[in-house]
T-cell receptor
Framework: DAGVTQSPTHLIKTRGQQVTLRCSPK?????VSWYQQALGQGPQFIFQ???????QRGNFPDRFSGHQFPNYSSELNVNALLLGDSALYLC??????????FGSGTQLSVL | DAKTTQPPSMDCAEGRAANLPCNHS???????VYWYRQIHSQGPQYIIH???NNETNEMASLIITEDRKSSTLILPHATLRDTAVYYC???????????FGQGTTLQVKP
């Protein structure tokens, strides 16, 4: 049983570019959340998707958007990248047993 | 969302029990207490969670006070691989929104 998988593991972009990160939830999980973790900080909640809709959103600008597909997988899109968007991006999925599991993350570097 | 307070760092001798405290005095009746740990540059690892009863699994035990204002995570026999940042989080289940604080850096020493 695969856990939460994220791709790619590492990514380098330049300022102004757009990026798409992908997440496949753990089998049986239907809720996906995204987090941003800057170096030396705890993860910050970006948003959560359930039934293909954004259900909760943290304090992030509209440059951050997402999508959930019928198979529960999800994408995080970031437009007009800034240097400050460099971070570890984490995906978490939750299922019926209240356990919320994280993937290993995508390390995004914006140059 | 309830705020949690943890000591910034703790040391523990290898083989001994590690007891990590967490204060969540503003927790509401339907917020769960979750514990995660994170080793450098990896995703947070789920450890345990509970609502009001004490919980135990293969990794740890969670002791929640009767008034639910604080809890303690117990690693019964700490190993060097348990060195990590440990986060205590109060979570309202239907939000799925974890609010991470600074956590406790646990250093297990030989």
């Amino acid at each position: 049983d695969a856990g939460v998988t994220q791709s790619p593991t590492h990514l380098i972009k330049t300022r102004g570019q757009q990026v798409t990160l992908r997440c496949s939830p753990k089998s049986g999980h239907d809720t996906v959340s995204w987090y941003q973790q800057a170096l030396g900080q705890g993860p910050q909640f970006i948003f959560q998707y359930y039934e293909e809709e954004e259900r909760q959103r943290g304090n992030f600008p509209d440059r951050f958007s997402g999508h959930q597909f019928p198979n529960y997988s999800s994408e995080l899109n970031v437009n007009a990248l800034l240097l400050g968007d460099s971070a570890l991006y984490l995906c978490a999925s939750m299922g019926p047993n209240e356990k919320l599991f994280f993937g290993s993350g995508t390390q995004l570097s914006v140059l | 969302d309830a705020k949690t307070t943890q000591p910034p760092s703790m040391d523990c001798a290898e083989g001994r029990a590690a007891n990590l405290p967490c204060n969540h005095s503003t927790i509401s009746g339907n917020e769960y207490v979750y514990w995660y740990r994170q080793i450098h540059s990896q995703g947070p690892q789920y450890i345990i969670h509970g609502l009001k009863n004490n919980e135990t699994n293969e990794m740890a035990s969670l002791i929640i006070t009767e008034d639910r204002k604080s809890s303690t995570l117990i690693l019964p026999h700490a190993t060097l691989r348990d060195t990590a940042v440990y986060y205590c989080i109060a979570l309202l289940l239907n939000t799925g929104k974890l609010i991470f604080g600074q956590g406790t850096t646990l250093q297990v020493k030989p």
